[in-house]
C-alpha cells in the first residue's frame, strides 16, 4: 500500500507558506516599501528611500514589487534590482548586471557572479546620483530587448 499520507501534509504546508509571502494583510507593495523605510528609522531608510527615488526618476513606468519575505524589488520587463537592507550596508543588487557596461565602476560587491552585480551603500557614502540613473535605465532597456526577442 502506498504510503500517500506524507505527501498530503507536505503538500498543505507548501500552500500555507505559499500564501504567507505575499503581500502581508493586502498591503500594496510600496506601502510595504514605504513601511521599511519608516521602521528602519536611521541611516539606512534614508538610503533605501533615496536609492527608491532614484529609481522612479531613471523609469517612471518601475513597477514596485515585495519579494522573499520582504526585499523590495523594482521591475519593468523583469527584475532591474533589488533594495535589501543589512546591519553596515544598503544593498542594491542588479538582476542582471554582470550584463551591463558600467563605466563609472558603481559595482562594488558581489562581483564574482556571471549574472548578478551590486552596489553596497554604507553610511555617510555620496551616491553618484546621474551615473546610478544611467545603470537602472540600462538594466531596463536590457530588460526591453530580452522581452521582444
Known amino acids: 500500500m502506498p504510503n500517500v499520507s506524507r505527501k498530503k501534509p507536505k503538500q498543505r504546508k507548501e500552500r500555507k507558506i505559499a500564501r504567507k509571502s505575499g503581500s502581508e494583510k493586502g498591503k500594496s507593495p510600496s506601502r510595504l516599501i514605504d513601511e521599511r523605510i519608516k521602521q528602519l ?3 539606512r531608510g534614508r538610503m533605501l528611500s533615496q536609492l527608491r ?3 522612479k526618476q531613471a523609469d517612471p513606468e518601475v513597477v514596485e514589487e515585495w519579494k522573499w519575505r520582504g526585499v523590495p524589488v523594482w521591475s519593468h520587463d523583469g527584475l532591474i ?3 535589501e537592507t543589512y546591519k553596515s550596508v544598503v544593498k542594491m543588487t542588479f ?3 554582470a550584463a551591463l557596461e558600467d563605466p563609472s565602476s558603481l559595482f562594488n560587491s558581489s562581483l564574482d557572479g556571471n549574472t548578478r552585480r551590486a ?4 553610511e555617510g557614502e555620496k551616491i553618484d546620483e546621474e ?3 544611467a ?6 532597456t536590457l530588460n526591453a530587448s530580452r522581452a521582444r526577442g
Open 95 to 97: 538582476a542582471k548586471g
Open 119 to 122: 552596489i553596497d551603500f554604507r
Open 41 to 43: 528609522g536611521d541611516w
Open 131 to 133: 551615473a546610478l540613473k
Open 53 to 55: 527615488a532614484l529609481i
Open 81 to 83: 534590482c533589488t533594495g
Open 135 to 140: 545603470l537602472i535605465r540600462a538594466a531596463v
